[in-house]
């Protein structure tokens, strides 16, 4: 498209959609317009990858997620349509600012935090390596809720996300199936001696497919994203007594459950579970049914990913539908499900392993219930007498009055993965030892990765600009060509180059903050970055004692050298978990009394942003000069915030948790600041039972110091979550050792702090961070996934020419 072409486009539709003139438009006529046109340029494509798809019968994957947190849309598809620089040049020739433009699109935040923004960066990188894989998931009404603060406190509002309009979707009536709830199913013999099951009274609602394109990097392919929302079906209009009776049903798929690790155990979240996993198999069958195949070979044509256990009625619900709708043996059935299912853990943590009351599942969704307690029964049935019978008791998939739905993902499905080495290594050692025991060949590991096309290419642009510059432009489509940047360590040149990218995005961020929070920051100071979801085991409690520390010092010693240093946060708690939200206010409260102390005179500055999203991250990430990433071993199953920040060349203090690992091993011992407790000593924690918080609190009169804080008055308003902070390391004695750790972490924070002096070293340190991060680019790790677990491939394009 020329510029021309581009201008003329853009006029006419803000004529038509908008009957108003160019020159009169805001940034809202002129983000839908362009947008539209942006949907125009990729309709072709994504006609032509589905007709390719359908036509060479491709093999395919699904990947089945409750949470889908792609951001905004309209820059990544300029860019990977290769429209970004002209786009952009016209619109501020047009006379408007491109950035407030991109700045009216809502996020589209589907989603939590990890699990969800990994499904996102997955679907864009499958596209970008044209891989067949596409997405299923729900189009909540609201997103994740807008976090506000208020006197320091968590507030939660609503995320209409949908209000203005999402140009990005396509409503695919022709393609809604049924989804049935509820009544009583039977079982009634046939003329020919089988039992079929007959269900009557059911519920029966209807799941509009919104189908959303995902645009590979500069190539053809364009994949599907299948959002499903619920309507009443026109022929149960008359069974809906009364508008609450139908708002009920509509409330299906109206929001997004806030919390990422606490299962309510809530009957629409079940229901949410089973409406979009319903949904999406049957329409995948439907498309199968196009191939004109055997059903008993659909395991060739389909892979079906379950990302962590919300989607595990996919088991029962393809079982349910071979079973009844094509008559197929129980054996048969089993063998077809088993190998199309691949299941990911993304948590050890227990309170997140979902289990549902039997009587829940039997009640509202009989037929799956039935299925479940059969594939349970043969599983008893079949390992009786080949392993200890507490064994299998303590896998079976239904214990007591409760349906495991781990269990039923690793039963069921052929391959079990864990999202980075050290987490995967603690489910075959620990968590899911005894699946591990009945399924050696099931389990494998699977790093996260993310996609550098977003978080550095995109949210980075001078960072990516001196990377071209520096080695060239491959790495845009091989991440590990990175690596080339080894080369420039010592190059002075380069490094100061380097530094002033950084410099760029720092003064960007400290912009963005004094307009947000009215707080000023000094772009010279290190830029302390802590982002994710607010939880107890991440530590930010951690981060903040530190900080209490420094303060502690600096009050004690004004004259003291000090290396200015910014410590910025973004964070969302669950609404129910009170003693997040208390961690908040306390982050809040501690920013309060610190950035308006004189005697700090600015070298102290903490900032919490309000509402952490994807288009916040984008913000924060190429500004941040260091990571923090310090959970409790074992209890990070990867983060992938860490690969992020390492890509954009911050530097990382680190536990030896999750993909932490995996960092340091990459980029070396001299390039990472590790501390803290190690996986085997938090398990002789766990085994001996004798760690003691008090015990540490008791011989350190620095940690008495820092925790009276929070109870004393030293931190102002903050009485009731104070006690509580300091009665949950020391009545409760520190779950997640927080004290032990403290010691080290402080070290390593000062050794840090000296370090930044040398620019030169740090500069060094950064570019090596950014140089070596190639290696977590989800292209690879999609990759791993379709070579070892889904078996997809590219289409042979030769091969269609032939045809
Ligand atoms: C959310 C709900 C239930 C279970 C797990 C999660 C989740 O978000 N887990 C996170 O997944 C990320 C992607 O694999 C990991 O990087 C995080 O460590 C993990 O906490």
């Given at each position: 498209?020329?510029r021309?072409?581009?201008?003329?486009d853009?006029?006419n539709?803000?004529r038509?959609?908008f009957?108003?003139e160019?020159?009169t438009?805001t940034?809202n006529?002129?983000?839908?317009a362009?947008?539209q046109?942006?949907?125009?340029?990729?309709a072709?494509?994504w006609?032509?990858?589905?007709?390719?798809?359908?036509?060479?019968?491709?093999?395919?994957?699904?990947?089945?997620?409750?949470?889908?947190?792609?951001?905004r849309?309209?820059?990544?598809?300029?860019?990977?349509?290769?429209?970004?620089d002209?786009v952009?040049?016209?619109v501020?020739?047009?006379g408007?600012?491109?950035?407030e433009?991109?700045n009216v699109?809502?996020?589209?935040?589907?989603?939590?935090?990890g699990?969800?923004?990994?499904?996102?960066?997955?679907l864009?990188?499958l596209?970008?390596?044209?891989?067949?894989g596409?997405?299923?998931g729900?189009?909540?009404?609201?997103?994740?809720?807008?976090?506000?603060f208020?006197?320091?406190y968590?507030?939660?509002l609503p995320?209409?996300?949908?209000?203005?309009g999402n140009?990005?979707?396509?409503?695919?009536?022709?393609e809604?199936?049924e989804?049935?709830f509820?009544?009583?199913v039977?079982?009634?013999?046939?003329?020919?001696?089988?039992?079929?099951p007959v269900?009557?009274?059911?519920?029966?609602?209807?799941?509009i497919?919104?189908d959303?394109g995902v645009?590979g990097?500069?190539?053809d392919?364009?994949?599907t994203?299948?959002?499903?929302?619920?309507?009443?079906p026109e022929?149960?209009?008359?069974?809906?007594?009364?508008?609450?009776?139908?708002?009920?049903?509509?409330?299906?798929?109206?929001?997004?459950?806030?919390?990422?690790?606490?299962?309510?155990?809530?009957?629409?979240?079940?229901?949410?579970?089973?409406?979009f996993?319903?949904?999406?198999?049957q329409?995948?069958v439907?498309?199968?049914?196009?191939?004109?195949?055997?059903?008993?070979?659909?395991n060739?044509?389909?892979a079906i990913?379950?990302?962590d256990?919300?989607?595990?009625?996919?088991?029962?619900?393809?079982?349910r539908?071979l079973?009844d709708?094509?008559?197929l043996?129980w054996?048969?059935?089993?063998?077809?499900?088993?190998?199309?299912?691949?299941?990911?853990?993304?948590?050890i943590m227990?309170?997140a392993?979902?289990?549902?009351p039997?009587?829940?599942?039997?009640?509202h969704?009989?037929?799956?219930?039935q299925?479940?307690?059969?594939?349970d029964?043969?599983?008893?049935?079949?390992?009786?007498?080949?392993?200890?019978?507490?064994?299998?008791?303590?896998?079976r998939?239904?214990?007591?009055?409760?349906?495991?739905m781990?269990?039923?993902?690793?039963i069921?499905s052929?391959?079990?993965?864990?999202?980075?080495k050290?987490?995967?290594d603690?489910?075959k050692?620990v968590?899911?030892?005894?699946?591990?025991?009945?399924y050696?060949?099931?389990?494998?590991?699977?790093?996260?990765?993310?996609?550098q096309?977003r978080?550095l290419q995109?949210?980075?642009?001078?960072?990516?600009?001196?990377?071209?510059?520096?080695?060239?432009?491959?790495?845009?489509?091989e991440?590990t060509d990175?690596?080339?940047?080894?080369?420039?360590?010592?190059?002075?040149?380069?490094?100061?180059?380097?530094?002033?990218a950084?410099q760029?995005?720092?003064?960007?961020?400290?912009?963005?903050i004094?307009?947000?929070?009215n707080?000023k920051?000094?772009?010279?100071?290190i830029?302390?970055?802590?982002?994710?979801r607010?939880?107890?085991?991440k530590?930010?409690?951690?981060?903040?004692?530190?900080i209490?520390?420094?303060y502690?010092?600096?009050?004690?010693n004004?004259?003291?050298?000090?290396v200015?240093?910014?410590?910025?946060?973004?964070?969302?708690?669950?609404?129910?978990?009170?003693?997040a939200?208390?961690?908040?206010?306390?982050?809040?409260?501690?920013?309060?009394?610190?950035?308006?102390?004189p005697?700090?005179?600015?070298?102290?500055?903490?900032?919490?942003?309000?509402?952490?999203n994807v288009?916040?991250?984008?913000?924060?990430?190429p500004?941040?000069?260091?990571?923090?990433?310090?959970?409790?071993?074992?209890?990070?199953?990867?983060?992938t915030?860490?690969?992020?920040?390492?890509?954009?060349?911050?530097?990382?203090?680190?536990?030896m948790?999750?993909?932490n690992?995996?960092?340091?091993a990459?980029?070396?011992?001299?390039?990472?600041?590790?501390?803290g407790?190690t996986e085997?000593?938090?398990?002789?924690?766990?085994?001996?039972?004798?760690?003691s918080?008090?015990?540490?609190?008791?011989?350190?009169?620095?940690?008495?110091?820092?925790?009276?804080?929070?109870?004393?008055?030293?931190?102002?308003n903050?009485?009731?979550?104070?006690?509580?902070i300091f009665d949950?390391l020391l009545r409760?004695?520190?779950?997640?050792?927080?004290?032990?750790?403290f010691?080290?972490?402080?070290?390593?924070?000062?050794?840090?702090?000296?370090d930044?002096?040398?620019?030169?070293?740090?500069?060094?340190?950064?570019?090596?961070n950014?140089a070596?991060?190639?290696i977590?680019?989800?292209d690879?790790t999609?990759?791993?996934?379709?070579?070892?677990?889904?078996q997809?491939a590219?289409?042979?394009?030769?091969?269609?020419?032939?045809?």
């Amino acid at each position: 498209m020329t510029r021309e072409e581009f201008i003329e486009d853009l006029r006419n539709r803000v004529r038509e959609s908008f009957a108003m003139e160019l020159e009169t438009a805001t940034p809202n006529e002129l983000f839908v317009a362009i947008g539209q046109i942006v949907r125009a340029c990729y309709a072709k494509s994504w006609h032509n990858t589905r007709q390719r798809y359908l036509v060479n019968k491709q093999r395919q994957s699904y990947y089945f997620s409750i949470e889908f947190l792609p951001g905004r849309m309209l820059k990544s598809n300029l860019m990977s349509l290769g429209l970004l620089d002209m786009v952009r040049s016209t619109v501020e020739e047009l006379g408007f600012e491109f950035e407030e433009v991109l700045n009216v699109e809502n996020d589209m935040a589907l989603g939590n935090g990890g699990l969800g923004r990994l499904a996102s960066c997955f679907l864009d990188c499958l596209a970008s390596r044209e891989l067949p894989g596409n997405g299923n998931g729900i189009r909540y009404d609201y997103g994740l809720f807008k976090q506000q603060f208020v006197d320091g406190y968590q507030v939660e509002l609503p995320d209409a996300w949908l209000k203005s309009g999402n140009v990005w979707e396509v409503r695919r009536e022709s393609e809604a199936v049924e989804v049935r709830f509820g009544g009583n199913v039977y079982m009634q013999p046939t003329k020919d001696g089988k039992l079929k099951p007959v269900a009557e009274n059911e519920r029966i609602l209807r799941a509009i497919p919104y189908d959303t394109g995902v645009v590979g990097y500069h190539n053809d392919t364009v994949n599907t994203l299948r959002l499903w929302s619920v309507e009443v079906p026109e022929s149960e209009e008359g069974k809906y007594r009364s508008i609450e009776e139908r708002r009920m049903v509509e409330d299906l798929t109206a929001v997004l459950y806030p919390d990422d690790s606490n299962e309510q155990g809530r009957l629409t979240r079940l229901s949410q579970e089973y409406f979009f996993v319903s949904a999406g198999i049957q329409s995948i069958v439907r498309y199968y049914k196009k191939l004109k195949m055997p059903i008993s070979r659909i395991n060739e044509y389909v892979a079906i990913h379950i990302n962590d256990t919300h989607p595990a009625l996919c088991i029962p619900e393809m079982m349910r539908i071979l079973l009844d709708e094509f008559d197929l043996s129980w054996e048969k059935s089993w063998g077809l499900t088993v190998s199309m299912m691949s299941y990911t853990n993304h948590t050890i943590m227990q309170e997140a392993l979902e289990k549902w009351p039997l009587q829940m599942v039997k009640y509202h969704l009989p037929r799956m219930f039935q299925i479940i307690e059969e594939i349970d029964r043969r599983f008893v049935t079949n390992l009786t007498g080949l392993y200890p019978d507490d064994l299998i008791q303590r896998t079976r998939i239904i214990q007591g009055d409760q349906i495991h739905m781990a269990n039923l993902c690793i039963i069921g499905s052929h391959s079990t993965n864990g999202v980075a080495k050290l987490h995967s290594d603690l489910l075959k050692s620990v968590v899911l030892h005894d699946f591990y025991v009945l399924y050696p060949e099931r389990f494998n590991n699977k790093t996260n990765g993310i996609t550098q096309r977003r978080w550095l290419q995109q949210a980075n642009e001078p960072l990516a600009n001196l990377i071209d510059k520096t080695i060239g432009t491959s790495w845009r489509k091989e991440p590990t060509d990175m690596e080339r940047l080894m080369n420039y360590c010592e190059d002075n040149e380069v490094l100061v180059a380097f530094e002033q990218a950084k410099q760029q995005n720092k003064l960007a961020l400290a912009k963005y903050i004094e307009k947000t929070t009215n707080i000023k920051v000094q772009p010279n100071a290190i830029f302390d970055v802590q982002i994710k979801r607010l939880h107890a085991y991440k530590r930010q409690l951690l981060n903040l004692m530190h900080i209490l520390k420094c303060y502690f010092d600096l009050k004690d010693n004004p004259e003291m050298d000090f290396v200015p240093r910014v410590w910025i946060f973004g964070a969302k708690a669950a609404p129910s978990y009170t003693y997040a939200k208390a961690i908040i206010k306390a982050i809040n409260e501690v920013a309060n009394l610190i950035n308006h102390d004189p005697i700090i005179n600015d070298r102290m500055k903490v900032v919490f942003l309000e509402n952490y999203n994807v288009s916040l991250a984008e913000r924060i990430i190429p500004a941040a000069d260091v990571s923090e990433q310090i959970s409790l071993a074992t209890k990070e199953a990867s983060g992938t915030s860490n690969m992020k920040l390492m890509s954009n060349g911050a530097i990382t203090v680190a536990t030896m948790d999750g993909a932490n690992v995996e960092i340091r091993a990459a980029v070396g011992d001299e390039n990472i600041y590790t501390f803290g407790l190690t996986e085997e000593e938090v398990y002789r924690y766990y085994e001996q039972g004798n760690y003691s918080a008090q015990a540490i609190y008791d011989q350190d009169p620095v940690i008495q110091r820092v925790l009276n804080a929070f109870v004393d008055g030293t931190i102002p308003n903050i009485q009731r979550e104070g006690q509580e902070i300091f009665d949950s390391l020391l009545r409760y004695n520190d779950e997640f050792f927080l004290l032990k750790d403290f010691v080290p972490y402080c070290q390593v924070q000062a050794k840090l702090s000296q370090d930044y002096l040398n620019r030169e070293k740090w500069q060094k340190m950064s570019l090596i961070n950014t140089a070596k991060s190639g290696i977590f680019s989800a292209d690879y790790t999609v990759q791993r996934y379709a070579d070892d677990i889904w078996q997809i491939a590219p289409v042979d394009l030769h091969k269609e020419k032939r045809n």
